[in-house]
């Protein structure tokens, strides 16, 4: 019985294993990278505005309104300088708000971002448009030292209702180490202690939002006041034991960020006073006034042009793996014309043998282009992992099916562009050389 072309190509492929395994694996690396990298890009961005939830305006005293959105939205590193609670106020009784939330960071626990709000932070902000707030036990804190705890930051740290936290003076490294050890870190680049004075009892555990309030600590603004209150009533009398509410001045009351929203139609979300109100706050000096989601959409336009340069390196990478096929069947050449003169003999044409080889390299394309579909599900899941956890963003990775078509009939094209080279040497391959007695 005769041998049909698509048996005589699986032949040849299982006869040289090793070098068509290999290959196959190299272009399934090289479209997972692609896939990847245009898949994310789109889950990114809806993370992000997603985070963002239904503010309109963030004030602040960083450095850029891109910074503020940074640091006060996402917890990126807490701002540098602070705002009086009596420019607070002046906001939120002179502006024409729905609602304003003051917000302070600057203290951290086991390496996460706590947060000093309100009450309104829970009631009245939401961490995703299109939902609110949702404890999986406990409620909002309502008293001092109290503590309400993200979704994310309850499962890396395993805290749970009624247990007792210290929080840390300061973030990052410095903060960190004195948490370990357990102890006040001497003069340095920051100075990060843990406030013993101070138990926090966690009264509350958030759903899941998706979004960086997962892995953040929120306690009651006041709370945080009493405590650098002590501090600076400790720095100038070692002797002192204990600090109240009565101890608290104007100098303590600081904030880091007010996030507001502007009077809108019920029902809408645009307001015709943005433009207004944020003209007004650029003019009057002092402050950095950021819009959530123009900030984001420049951030992903600066990543953007980033994004484009990995794609082009994911494309260079396909492209090398096209490359890679032709060196694979064109150094197998040698080891299968006596296979290609048998073939002439037995009647097949040279048109015949050309397709073999294209059809050859094009199957060795298409196995390599499933299985790196395959490997970019796994490697957005990945990615998605890292960034829930050093972000606090829930990244949802989808694949376009037009992208995820493209990307594998390209895969597909290539190879076989990458096939003609050895097509044209079987094509030429001559019989009568090629079926000489060997020795």
Do not use: C
Not at 198 to 218: A, K
Not at 254 to 279: H, K, S
Not at 294 to 319: N, P, T, Y
Not at 391 to 418: D, N, Y
Request: charged fraction near 15%.
């Amino acid at each position: 019985m005769a041998m049909t072309d698509f048996q005589i190509v699986v032949r040849s492929l299982t006869a040289r294993r090793f070098s068509t395994v290999t290959t196959i694996i190299t272009v399934a690396v090289a479209v997972a990278l692609m896939l990847t990298l245009l898949g994310m890009k789109d889950a990114a961005r809806r993370a992000f505005d997603r985070g963002s939830g239904n503010m309109h305006l963030v004030v602040s005293r960083d450095a850029s309104p891109l910074v503020a959105i940074l640091n006060s939205v996402f917890y990126a590193n807490p701002p540098r300088a602070p705002l009086s609670y009596a420019q607070f106020r002046q906001l939120r009784d002179e502006l024409p708000v729905e609602w304003a939330i003051p917000t302070q960071q600057g203290d951290s626990f086991r390496g996460l971002p706590v947060t000093a709000t309100e009450p309104e932070f829970f009631t009245r902000l939401r961490p995703d448009p299109d939902r609110e707030w949702r404890f999986a036990v406990g409620r909002v804190f309502r008293a001092d030292f109290e503590v309400v705890v993200g979704a994310g930051a309850a499962r890396q740290t395993g805290l749970r209702v009624g247990d007792q936290i210290y929080v840390t003076h300061g973030t990052g490294t410095v903060a960190a180490l004195a948490e370990s050890a357990g102890a006040r870190v001497g003069e340095g680049a920051a100075i990060a202690h843990i406030h013993k004075e101070f138990p926090f009892t966690i009264v509350g555990i958030l759903e899941p939002t998706g979004g960086p309030h997962d892995r953040v600590l929120f306690v009651n603004l006041h709370s945080s006041w009493i405590m650098h209150a002590h501090d600076r009533r400790l720095a100038s009398d070692p002797s002192v034991k204990t600090t109240g509410a009565a101890d608290v001045t104007d100098a303590d009351r600081l904030i880091t960020a007010v996030l507001l929203r502007l009077l809108t139609r019920p029902g809408q979300d645009v307001t015709a006073v943005e433009p207004v109100v944020f003209d007004q706050l650029r003019r009057a000096g002092g402050f950095t006034v950021a819009k959530p989601a123009q900030e984001i959409q420049r951030l992903f336009a600066i990543v953007g042009g980033i994004h484009q340069i990995f794609v082009g390196m994911a494309g260079v990478v396909l492209l090398s793996s096209g490359i890679a096929i032709m060196l694979a069947l064109h150094n197998s050449m040698e080891q299968r014309r006596r296979q290609i003169a048998v073939l002439r003999v037995l009647g097949a044409s040279r048109g015949r043998v050309f397709g073999l080889m294209v059809t050859e390299s094009a199957v060795i394309g298409l196995l390599g282009a499933l299985a790196g579909v395959g490997v970019a599900v796994v490697g957005q899941q990945v990615v998605a992992s890292i960034m829930r956890g050093q972000l606090g963003l829930v990244i949802e990775p989808t694949v376009v099916p037009a992208i995820l078509l493209g990307v594998v009939a390209a895969t597909v094209a290539l190879a076989a562009v990458a096939g003609l080279v050895p097509g044209v040497m079987a094509y030429r391959t001559s019989v009568l050389r090629s079926l000489k007695p060997l020795g």
